[in-house]
């Protein structure tokens, strides 16, 4: 049983940054591929972010792209989001996700992940 614990969300205003961090506990981190994901108010859940198990490959979605970054530290069981140039349709919940099978990563919702965290709440500001 994988544990994830979210942490970083808050309010910033638009063009700012943020970093999320997420903590695993339980089987061992680094045979998990981790994702990102949000939901907005009243919108589905959507893809974010994926990083496989070594962290060799990421997969961005389009309205991400060139603004967050992931990463991961196997050591430190944790996996990472840094979140530039923040726009208000960022706002969400963000959640981070473990699953041992990368098509499951990336895949729209992340229906069918393992694992999940009770999310971050990210507030941008216009």
């Known amino acids: 049983q994988v544990q994830l614990v979210e942490s970083g969300g808050g309010l910033v205003q638009a063009g700012g940054s943020l970093r999320l961090s997420c903590l695993a506990s339980?089987?061992?981190?680094?045979?998990?591929?981790m994702g990102w994901f949000r939901q907005a108010p009243g919108k589905e859940r959507e893809f974010v972010v994926a990083?496989?198990?070594?962290?060799?490959?990421?997969y961005y979605a389009d309205s991400v792209k060139g603004r967050f970054t992931i990463s991961r530290d196997n050591a430190k069981n944790t996996v990472y989001l840094q979140m530039n140039s923040l726009k208000s349709e960022d706002t969400a919940v963000y959640y981070c996700?473990?699953?041992?099978?990368?098509?499951?990563?990336?895949?729209?919702?992340?229906?069918?992940?393992?694992?999940w965290g009770k999310g971050t709440l990210v507030t941008v500001s216009s």
């Open positions: 339980g089987p061992p981190f680094s045979t998990y591929h």
């Open positions: 990083i496989s198990r070594s962290g060799g490959t990421t």
């Open positions: 996700a473990a699953d041992r099978t990368w098509g499951r990563v990336i895949s729209g919702t992340g229906g069918g992940m393992d694992y």
